[in-house]
């Protein structure tokens, strides 16, 4: 499972958005603390990746 539909439910809008349930906090703690969110690019989250750009 990915992370696309916790994304997706918290970012619909304004107005629209929710915030998550329990339940679903805790399945997206899971997946980020076991290691199974992935890049886009297909290749694992791991510690030490470089940190994302921010626009100045």
Do not use: W, Y
């Not at 992935?38 to 750009?53: E, K, L």
Request: net charge positive; with cysteine.
């Amino acid at each position: 499972m990915s992370l696309a539909p916790f994304v997706r439910i918290a970012a619909r809008g304004k107005g629209r958005a929710r915030a998550i349930t329990m339940a679903e906090a805790q399945e997206v703690m899971t997946l980020v603390l076991g290691g199974r969110c992935r890049h886009r690019s297909g290749r694992r989250a791991v510690d030490g990746d470089a940190p994302a750009r921010r626009n100045a």
